[in-house]
């Protein structure tokens, strides 16, 4: 048992000090506490990650430390050393000569924080013109060197190019050479790869850790993603509800938490032997307290599974334990007996039918004409049983969402078949059948838009009851309604509320009862819980597999997140621009042999359970998919590109004769000795030299 | 850039095409009767008919409308029943004087109404930015008439300072000041509510932007976030605002023309209608038309150039 | 027209960060969003403002008989054109009419064209708006096209030609402004729809087999009402504004109504002599027009938090 520690970590000798730090905001006549009593340390040339999710505080602790915090924020007390700057003290003109010199900072979304109307050169010899002092030639090379130093190509032509002619990874390169341009001490890196697609995330993430080792900045690293921060950073804090709650080395703190919410987080992401018919996920119970509650005792309590009389009295100090490990929680040492909640698995619901529920074949979906064409679906087919999960990944732009709209009758196709249940569907007047809508419903990804605000619940659920069930009476309706909320575990009072008052959860909670007002036999789910934090997800998922059980419902199941698809899908089919490049049993596409760019899917997923592997990088960005490649659509990307086979013709699908089958010009055979060699291979620095995956 | 001219000017040629075609029914069509709406109720039926047989008015819809048209587009705009005179050449005469009166309140009130909106934006909430949006809502809310027959009352009738009847300007700068300013004030004041408003409104959001935040995170001096990074971004909705509203300043100068007695388009639009000259208010009011789609053709044009996002998908 | 007015200041992360807290909150406890809405509404100094002076007006045009002391259109003192005194507060005019009973009794002909005029633009602009932005297509092309040629005419242009053709009249100028005002509206809820028409709940209720119009009226229309709230206030600033003009250039209402733009044109002759004939109806007019603006504007401020 260790003892309690007033202050976490020694007095300030490190790059950045934030000693306890507390953060209100004032709404109206009230104050709202953001961050109570946050104190960590980060060496020179440390990378320290921030985890937690939504609304926890990670975001404002960021802003603390560049000085830039919303006008109605109060910064109640403590320190924010920056070496042996206190910027909670710094003016405007001390914050001037620091801001982008010292400390820098990369956020989310550089599509919208780069100037639309600059060209990229001038933002970034900007840098060099006010803290180098250089003219503006002179910054301008500067800024070429940047460019190539974060790995841009053809940098004196980028650098008359203008943001929006970027993509999305390159975007955020840029946004790297403008905070690194100085070098600064202090890099703060606020989910610097949220909303980019994972291959493009990989590779950002791969230009951080080769940039940490030119530049001796110091990284705050702020993610949701326990895996990215697990494999950028050596230690981690954990934030729950503005408190930092642990702290510890990366590869220690997930893999043995002392924190029930660190166990809490990781527990509720499913690991890479977890399936669904095995396996249940296991959320946190109840919520995060809403901003500015005063609570009492520990703030974990309400949701803790080890709680006792204490932790609801006084609040945990921050007890220290091993090695820089320090937890605030009473009873730390229990953490790691915490048992997995012992909810009962659902009984697995039998063989499917069998027999193909759904039948695609050859589907096209073309938008626009002549040369503007984009041929968003081209020669797609896939089949689905009753009963079965097929999860669809592919990046944005591979035409996920286009299938799934087609399937569905939001799209008319502009060829090939599609045959649901037996009957084709050609025209989008063919889906308008009540008897079909029945059966073929869906689940959308955005949870603030699924739900018409001004509609309650009641209502929404009283209107798909109405249209799809063949309940009669009003009074049936209304017992219809009561079932379906029961069913997706809504409460009674849910009901009556309109979605803006309803949790991202909840609302999705009343999606899905929508989708099932009709005993469905598909149900196409996209990217369902892509929104939601993780513990949300968790409980998300369960009701799907509780719900596919019991009613025997085929998914379609949309998602980019590899994590979820292999533990929720029986069959996978990975789409790339427009085409299913690869279909077949979840374990025969996650295993060698499998197309090359579902290998490098595979290799760009980060995790916190397994040790680092070596991680694929594509070459390029996403064609156009106005002028997709000839040949493989892959072959510009591809890390075993053959030759001018690739690039002149299409490969052919490889079948193995038991429904798993890939399109891919390399024999399965040699394909597969060579993802096997790759994949036990270690990884150098987590990366390795382009040319020799090239070779 | 050239693909998207040539579209937007065959847009433009499709929204004249419209509108002829509904200035012609309001014109020839509502009344029912053509010779009857312009002699009045106490003309005898022989001289309405008579009127009807040389206005045309008594020939198929169709060939009327395409006579017509065709001759507009000649340049052949008939002439008008009171004046006796060349449609065409009346109406360029008066359309070039208000165009030099709207010109003159455009130069002077565009450069004073976004600075003054900028200036409201970076003190956003602060006391100058009050003053700015109330000075701003209650000078769009003043009819020209109203605010004309103010300025008329104060600096022509009291002070007698200025003219109370305009005349077109001379070359010499200070006629321009001493015909033009009296008329242009009511103009004025409703262009600056709406233009300053806009630039406040730009500059706040391009304040709020992520890429002004960038740019603070940057360290760079305030002058240079505001030059470099607000300004180029916020003003350019605001040129399409002038557009628009310049486009609606014909509306204003038929109040002030007539109140000041300036003899502009606005007059003409006003004095053809009231004494029902048909052949000169068809024509000015299309030609009104032709120059507000060219105006808005020329904002866009100026918006696509300046902006880098129009400007290379285009 | 102005571009809608941004609420409060960056606070981007404030907004997430709270966002995401309250939406946690499994109980409701907040109350419903039109109540919040009126709420702020209520504290929103413009709007409250704005509020008073009009139903100021308002009240007067309804209840203005309890309070004229003279005939407004009686002839009622011998001597024209006086100035204001204890007997006639704001002056006679040049028939010896009483200003002051005048100035009150010229809110109803402004505050009866005005409303039903909007209430035409609006009405129309709703319907046609809801269909050209949820069915799209060439029937919107169309449409759109004509509403660019109507917005290509000044209002007070259109007005002054039709006006002209068809005979001044209280009617006529209602028509008009009614009918000019239908494409202005109709493009604000045109674009209002296109948003919504994109968000998933729209493909929701598509897919449980809703027609088409129960979508446009009972899924996407009310959560439109806050665009078409506002665009309802400043289409009334508009209509107040135009017909006064057109009443001033002797093409709306007639003599001997006192309505406001007709006593300015009337009283401008006597400028000099006289002004007070042409400054209050003038101070009347202006007033009425900054508070239906000032309420725009509240609202508008109010529904972009």
């Not at chain 1, 909320?485 to 909670?509: C, E, I, T, W, Y």
């Not at chain 1, 002149?648 to 040699?670: K, S, V």
């Not at chain 2, 004087?97 to 600075?115: E, R």
């Not at chain 2, 029902?276 to 053709?297: G, K, S």
């Amino acid at each position: 048992m260790s003892a309690p520690h007033p202050s976490a970590s020694p007095p300030a000798t490190g790059a950045l000090a934030i000693d306890h730090l507390s953060i209100s905001y004032l709404r109206r006549d009230r104050v709202l506490p953001v961050l109570t009593d946050v104190s960590f340390h980060i060496e020179p040339g440390e990378a320290y990650g921030l985890v937690g999710e939504s609304g926890c505080g990670k975001t404002t602790v960021a802003m603390a430390v560049m000085c830039y915090l919303p006008t109605n924020a109060r910064i109640e007390g403590g320190h924010i050393r920056l070496r042996d700057t206190d910027l909670t003290r710094a003016g405007e003109a001390q914050l001037r000569s620091l801001r982008g010199n010292r400390m820098a900072m990369v956020y989310q979304d550089a599509g919208s924080a780069l100037n639309p109307s600059l060209t990229i050169g001038r933002q970034i010899a900007e840098v060099y013109r006010f803290h180098g002092g250089l003219d503006t030639t002179a910054a301008m090379d500067a800024a070429a060197a940047m460019l190539e130093t974060v790995q841009i190509a053809d940098s004196a032509r980028m650098l008359r190019r203008y943001p929006h002619e970027l993509s999305g990874g390159q975007q955020q390169r840029v946004m790297f050479a403008m905070a690194l341009a100085t070098s600064p001490d202090l890099l703060v890196l606020d989910e610097p790869t949220t909303g980019l697609d994972t291959t493009v995330e990989a590779e950002v993430l791969d230009l951080v850790a080769r940039l940490r080792s030119k530049f001796s900045a110091s990284i705050l690293f702020i993610s949701h993603n326990l895996g990215i921060v697990t494999r950028m950073c050596e230690r981690v804090g954990v934030l729950y509800a503005g408190r930092l709650i642990e702290e510890g080395p990366s590869r220690e703190i997930f893999s043995t938490p002392r924190h029930p919410y660190t166990l809490g987080l990781t527990r509720c992401v499913p690991n890479r032997i977890m399936r669904k018919d095995a396996h249940r996920l296991d959320p946190i119970p109840g919520s995060l307290p809403p901003l500015g509650l005063a609570v009492q005792g520990c703030v974990y309590a309400p949701r803790c599974p080890i709680a006792r009389a204490r932790c609801r009295e006084e609040d945990p100090p921050a007890f220290v334990s091993g090695e820089r490990r320090v937890s605030r929680c009473f009873y730390h040492d229990e953490v790691s007996g915490i048992p997995r909640s012992e909810e009962a698995l659902p009984a697995i619901g039998g063989e499917s039918a069998g027999g193909d529920l759904l039948r695609v074949e050859h589907l096209s979906k073309r938008y626009g004409a002549g040369t503007n064409q984009v041929v968003a679906l081209d020669d797609v087919s896939i089949e689905l049983e009753a009963g079965e999960i097929l999860g669809l990944v592919g990046e944005s732009g591979s035409g996920k969402s286009t299938l799934a709209k087609c399937v569905v009758g939001l799209l008319e196709a502009s060829g090939g078949e599609i045959d649901f249940a037996g009957r084709p569907l050609v025209r989008l007047g063919d889906w308008r059948k009540p008897e079909l809508r029945r059966k073929l419903q869906m689940v959308f990804q955005n949870p603030d838009t699924t739900l018409n605000p001004s509609h309650t619940a009641r209502r929404i659920l009283t209107r798909a009851a109405r249209l799809l069930s063949t309940a009669g009476s009003s009074a049936d309706v209304e017992r219809q309604v009561t079932a379906l909320a029961a069913a997706v575990q809504l409460r009674p009072h849910h009901l009556d509320l309109k979605p803006s008052f309803l949790s991202g959860g909840l609302k999705q909670r009343v999606a899905i009862a929508r989708a099932f007002a009709g005993a469905p036999a598909l149900v196409l789910c996209d990217e369902p819980t892509s929104a939601l934090d993780v513990s949300v997800q968790a409980t998300i998922l369960n009701l799907l597999v509780d719900l596919q059980t019991k009613e025997r419902v085929a998914y379609l199941f949309i998602s980019h997140d590899l994590g979820v698809v292999r533990y929720l899908a029986d069959r996978i089919a990975v789409m790339y621009l427009g085409q299913i490049i690869e279909i077949g049993r979840a374990e025969d596409v996650f295993s060698p042999p499998h197309h090359p760019y579902t290998e490098a899917l595979l290799s760009a997923m980060p995790t916190i359970d397994e040790s680092e592997g070596a991680r694929i990088k594509l070459s390029g960005t996403m064609p156009n998919p106005a002028n997709p490649p000839t040949g493989c659509r892959f072959h510009t990307r591809c890390h075993r590109f053959l030759g001018e086979i690739c690039r002149e013709r299409e490969p052919p699908w490889q079948e193995d004769g038991e429904g798993h089958r890939y399109r891919c010009h390399i024999a399965p055979a040699d394909l597969e000795a060579a993802q096997q060699e790759a994949m036990s291979r270690p990884a150098k620095d987590g990366n390795r030299p382009e040319a020799e995956i090239r070779a | 850039m050239g693909r998207f001219l040539v579209k937007r000017l065959f847009l433009a040629f499709v929204t004249l095409f419209c509108v002829s075609i509904v200035l012609f029914l309001v014109a020839q069509v509502m009344p029912g009767d053509v010779g009857r709406a312009i002699l009045g109720p106490y003309a005898t039926e022989v001289q309405v008919r008579a009127l009807d047989h040389q206005l045309g008015v008594d020939r198929p819809l169709l060939e009327r409308y395409s006579t017509w048209l065709g001759g507009f587009v000649r340049g052949d705009w008939g002439s008008s029943f009171l004046l006796h005179r060349p449609v065409a050449s009346i109406a360029f005469d008066r359309l070039y004087n208000s165009l030099i009166l709207g010109g003159f309140a455009l130069l002077l009130i565009v450069p004073t109404s976004i600075g003054f909106g900028v200036l409201a934006a970076l003190n956003y909430g602060k006391w100058p930015d009050r003053v700015i949006s109330v000075a701003g809502l209650s000078l769009i809310a003043l009819p020209e008439f109203v605010t004309g027959i103010m300025v008329l009352v104060i600096f022509a009738v009291e002070l007698g300072w200025l003219p109370a009847s305009s005349h077109v300007p001379s070359f010499n700068p200070i006629d321009w000041f001493r015909q033009l300013l009296l008329p242009s004030i009511p103009l004025m004041f409703v262009l600056f509510g709406y233009i300053s408003r806009m630039a406040r409104t730009g500059t706040i959001e391009s304040l709020r932007s992520n890429y002004v935040r960038t740019a603070i995170l940057k360290g760079l001096p305030r002058s240079t976030v505001i030059w470099q990074h607000v300004l180029r971004n916020s003003l350019l909705p605001t040129i399409t605002v002038i557009s628009v509203q310049t486009g609606y300043l014909v509306g204003g100068l038929v109040v002030t023309e007539t109140l000041f007695n300036y003899p502009g388009i606005g007059k003409l639009v006003l004095d053809s209608a009231v004494q029902h000259d048909l052949p000169v208010l068809q024509a000015t009011v299309l030609l009104v038309a032709v120059l507000y789609m060219a105006l808005t053709l020329f904002a866009d044009v100026l918006y696509t150039l300046l902006n880098p996002r129009v400007r290379l998908a285009a | 027209m102005p571009a809608p007015l941004a609420a409060d200041r960056p606070d981007e992360i404030m907004r997430v960060e709270q966002k995401s807290a309250t939406q946690a909150i499994e109980t409701n406890l907040a109350p419903g969003r039109a109540r919040e809405v009126l709420r702020a509404l209520w504290r929103s100094k413009t709007f409250v403002i704005g509020l008073a002076i009009v139903l100021f007006w308002v009240l007067d045009a309804i209840f203005w008989p309890l309070f004229v002391p003279y005939d407004p259109e009686g002839l009622v003192s011998p001597t024209t054109l006086q100035p204001p005194s204890a007997e006639h507060f704001f002056g006679t005019d040049d028939l010896g009419r009483d200003i002051f009973s005048r100035t009150l009794a010229g809110a109803r002909p402004t505050l009866t064209v005005a409303p039903l005029a909007t209430a035409i633009g609006v009405a129309g602009g709703i319907l046609v708006g809801l269909f050209t932005g949820y069915f799209r297509g060439i029937a919107d092309d169309i449409v759109m096209r004509i509403v660019d040629a109507l917005l290509a005419f000044p209002l007070i242009i259109i007005a002054v030609l039709v006006i002209s053709i068809l005979g001044p009249s209280i009617t006529n100028v209602i028509l008009v402004i009614g009918i000019v005002f239908t494409p202005i509206v109709a493009r604000t809820v045109r674009s209002a729809v296109l948003v919504e028409r994109q968000r998933e709940y729209v493909a929701a209720a598509k897919l449980l087999g809703n027609s088409n119009l129960y979508i446009m009226f009972a899924e996407i229309l009310p959560n439109i009402t806050g665009p078409i709230a506002v665009e309802i206030t400043i289409r009334l600033g508009y209509a107040i504004f135009t017909s006064a003009t057109l009443s001033f250039l002797a093409l709306g209402i007639q003599q001997p109504s006192p309505d406001w733009g007709l006593t300015i044109s009337i009283g401008r002759v006597f400028l000099q002599t006289a002004p007070s004939e042409v400054l209050f109806p003038a101070a009347a007019l202006a007033t009425l027009i900054v508070g239906v603006n000032l309420i725009a504007d509240g609202l508008r401020q109010v529904l972009e938090e």
